[in-house]
């Protein structure tokens, strides 16, 4: 679908698209993105739930396009759920539909997908997706498609970029829950453990740890000795303070004990001999496990009574914090800008203080995790916050 596009003075017709998962603050890429455009006299168009507006049509009474007219963004609220949705899946290049016999099958729709795209006369195209979403995007790129990317991500751990917008609004809540569970355990005189997101990368679990001043702070980037979290948790409960809390990304990693026997469960059993994985449900939902283990784990170590607790998807509504929304209208804004010099195939990239252009191929394929020397590994330690073992 590449072709040339002309002087930023011609008449142009972009498209934004919204990858699967909410974020808050996706109104205001949209507003950022639609008042950039409409200033330089572009019309802007969005595509529901995903690409699914351009390949399933038929499905929306108005169509799959809607037209981010001056007045719609005018009206648009920010802190509202996202205008234009999202879509459980956004791979065009497997694309789940029933055949003639009645199966299940996966299809490559990307080319229909860009005929559909030059059928409406869509010169570029602006996509706020997350790390999967970025490798699709760099797909299509290669295919002709003119894309420019905004990077979301509720745990911060898209390559090339200091601040994925979502991130600080996740952060803001997870900070709150973590003060009225801490309330709770003092009350309690039971140690929290609450699971935060985080599958990769421990950002959202070490900064809301550190807000808080928990005792303990487990992330995937270090592997945690359960036994050394329950030494560091008996010196620090005691009769003049019998509570904790401990904080632990939904990745934690878990460093096991010498001579520990694995205990296949019956439903393991039951499964074909090449089957792998833990038998229980979080084969399917991961969500809960790691709390669930640090917490049976660390009350079998001391003795004290622990609670499990999962935020998990809670942290992804809500409103948008005022970083956030200055940021995402600030990618809107700059994604256009984008377009405008010609640089497709790139993501957007907040590097402080300025908003950069990155090819996307320095983005894909990689996950931006909490370095060993990382500045706030160090506040950590300064603040006598356990991070799973000694370092």
């Known amino acids: ?163 994925s917008f979502g991130f600080n609004t996740a952060l803001s809540f997870t900070i709150e829950m973590l003060d009225r569970v801490r309330q709770a355990a003092q009350s309690a005189r039971k140690i929290g453990v609450v699971e935060v997101l985080g599958d990769k990368a421990g950002w959202l679990a070490l900064q809301a740890g550190i807000a808080v001043c928990a005792d303990a702070v487990l992330i995937p980037e270090i592997p945690c000795d359960l036994q050394a979290v329950a030494a560091r948790l008996q010196d620090r409960v005691t009769a003049r303070r019998p509570w904790g809390l401990v904080v632990v990304a939904e990745g934690a990693t878990f460093v096991e004990a010498p001579n520990a026997e694995a205990k296949p469960s019956s439903l393991k059993a039951s499964l074909s001999p090449l089957a792998t994985g833990d038998a229980s449900e979080h084969v399917i939902r991961r969500s809960g496990q790691a709390a669930e283990k640090v917490a049976s784990g660390l009350q079998l170590a001391i003795a004290e009574e622990t609670f499990p607790l999962v935020l998990g998807p809670w942290v992804r509504g809500g409103a948008p914090t005022a970083i956030d929304r200055q940021l995402a209208l600030a990618y809107g804004a700059g994604a256009v800008r984008a377009i405008k010099a010609g640089s497709y195939g790139t993501m957007a990239a907040f590097v402080p203080p300025d908003l950069k252009f990155v090819p996307l191929a320095d983005a894909i394929n990689k996950v931006r995790t909490v370095p060993a020397r990382s500045e706030f590994i160090q506040i950590a330690g300064s603040l006598g916050i356990f991070l799973g073992r000694e370092l």
């Not at 529901?48 to 038929?58: A, K």
């Not at 899946?89 to 860009?114: K, T």
């Open 1 to 163: 679908m590449s072709k040339e596009i002309g002087h930023a003075s011609f008449h142009r017709r972009i498209a934004i698209m919204v990858g699967a998962g909410h974020v808050p603050g996706l109104n205001a890429v949209i507003m950022g993105a639609a008042m950039a455009a409409g200033k330089l006299g572009w019309e802007t168009v969005g595509i529901r739930d995903g690409f699914d507006g351009l390949l399933h049509p038929e499905r929306y009474p108005d169509g799959g396009l809607v037209t981010l007219s001056p007045q719609l963004i005018e009206n648009l609220d920010p802190n509202a759920a996202g205008l234009l949705g999202q879509a459980p899946r956004v791979d065009p290049f497997h694309v789940r539909r029933v055949n003639a016999d009645e199966f299940v099958e996966e299809v490559d729709l990307s080319d229909e997908l860009l005929r559909r795209l030059a059928a409406e006369d869509i010169d570029a195209l602006i996509a706020v997706v997350g790390g999967r979403g970025l490798s699709i995007l760099y797909k299509l790129h290669r295919k002709g498609l003119n894309a420019v990317c905004v990077p979301r991500s509720i745990e911060n751990d898209i390559a090339a970029t200091s601040v």
